[in-house]
């Protein structure tokens, strides 16, 4: 079974400062994806990113960045440029494709970003 | 719909009685998903239905739990005899494929059980 660990429950930067959310997982699997979903107060999760682990090249959207450490079982999700609309929950997530999907997310237990203005 | 809708978005209920969540899933999204988010399980995986074929049961915490859906669309989450330990947050989400490119996801229903 799949594992996500985010080791920081809470996070608090000031606007306009560069934050970085971590994330590790553990796997045997070789081929799976990543994923970086944020759950504002209306709890619906919204997808950020996502990154398949055969590409050795990081994610980028916008203001969004990941570090995808694949030996390291790392993925760091890097926001610049912070805005107080970033303030939510931020999950990180795994999925093994060998199941085609049917096994869903592996969820982190999330951190709660707080950007200040 | 434009989005994945959930109803009800609340709901109170009484211990040892039945509730049914609903989900309508975007259109043309064959595989469909529910979630529970619970403040000391996290997110959970319940089930995963892809287009019409039966799916697997085996993440629903009790069989208290079943879930259906018909004609490739609309999915029921049915808990039986609730319990204050179902008290959670239900999410949705759907997908063109089976989650590869990330899910859509509901904004959820509160389940409280007193």
């Known amino acids: 079974a799949q594992t996500v660990t985010q080791s920081q429950p809470e996070m608090s930067v000031q606007e306009a400062e560069t934050v970085t959310l971590s994330c590790t997982y553990d796997t045997s699997e070789n081929n799976y994806y990543l994923f970086w979903y944020k759950q504002p107060p209306s709890r619906q999760m919204i997808l950020v990113i996502r990154q398949e682990a055969y590409k050795q090249q990081n994610a980028t959207e916008n203001r969004f960045s990941v570090n995808f450490q694949k030996a390291a079982k790392s993925f760091s999700l890097k926001i610049s440029d912070s805005q107080l609309g970033d303030t939510a929950m931020y999950f990180c997530?795994?999925?093994?494709?060998?199941?085609?999907?049917?096994?869903?997310?592996?969820f982190g237990k999330g951190t709660h970003l707080i950007i200040q203005p | 719909g434009a989005g994945v809708s959930q109803s009800p978005s609340n709901k109170v209920t009484e211990k040892g009685k039945d509730v049914e969540l609903r989900c309508d899933p975007i259109?043309?999204?064959?595989?469909l998903y529910w979630y529970r988010q619970s403040l000391g399980q996290g997110l959970e995986f319940l089930i995963y239905?892809?287009?019409?074929?039966?799916?697997?049961k085996s993440g629903l915490p009790s069989d208290r739990f079943s879930a259906e859906r018909t004609g490739g669309s609309v999915s029921t989450l049915t808990i039986q005899r609730t319990q204050q330990e179902d008290s959670a947050v239900y999410l949705c989400a759907s997908s063109f494929s089976p989650g590869a490119y990330g899910y859509t996801f509901g904004s959820g229903t509160r389940l409280t059980v007193v």
């Open positions: 259109s043309g999204h064959t595989a």
């Open positions: 239905f892809q287009g019409n074929s039966a799916p697997d």
């Open positions: 997530a795994f999925m093994d494709d060998s199941g085609g999907g049917a096994d869903g997310l592996t």
